[in-house]
């Protein structure tokens, strides 16, 4: 069994003038959420045995506060494909995953990781910045991962962890 965790990069300052969208960093209140949504991880004792993220800072940055919050040791991966995906380009990232890890994060953006949720599980729920999302698949191969092939195992919303 697979286990697929989607998280989007929590929030992030708007770009300002000059500067580039890939290079947009967490504001505070996204790095509250990415420490809330790690020590989540934590308390679930969810294992995450690979991340593929977004090069984007804000994801970058997302990726490093949940798993030091979460105290988890798992290897990175940069995939410049995550950034501004549609869901099929991410279907096709994570049917690249080596069979031998059975969970791992996807850290990446809207709309693609919501579009992704509704496209594997069927289920439209809102993908608010620092959203993690635990999907699950019944077969053993990330390259058999398809629409509606997955079933919504558990979300959680940083703002249900943390005080307003």
Request: aromatic content about 4%; some cysteine; hydrophobic content about 40%.
């Amino acid at each position: 069994m697979k286990t697929l965790l989607l998280l989007r990069h929590a929030r992030s300052d708007n770009a300002t003038p000059g500067s580039s969208d890939i290079n947009r960093p967490l504001n505070e209140r996204g790095k509250q959420q990415a420490q809330a949504i790690g020590n989540f991880i934590k308390k679930q004792n969810l294992t995450v045995e690979l991340v593929v993220c977004s090069p984007a800072v804000r994801a970058r940055e997302t990726a490093e506060l949940v798993l030091s919050a979460a105290e988890v040791d798992a290897k990175v991966r940069y995939d410049q494909r995550i950034y501004e995906a549609s869901p099929h380009q991410l279907l096709e990232v994570i049917s690249e995953v080596d069979a031998a890890r059975n969970t791992v994060l996807l850290v990446g953006h809207n709309p693609g990781i919501e579009e992704l949720l509704k496209a594997l599980t069927g289920k439209e729920e809102p993908i608010s910045p620092g959203t993690l999302a635990s999907i699950d698949f019944g077969f053993d191969e990330w390259s058999s991962v398809t629409e509606a092939s997955g079933s919504l195992h558990l979300i959680v919303r940083p703002n249900e962890l943390l005080p307003r």
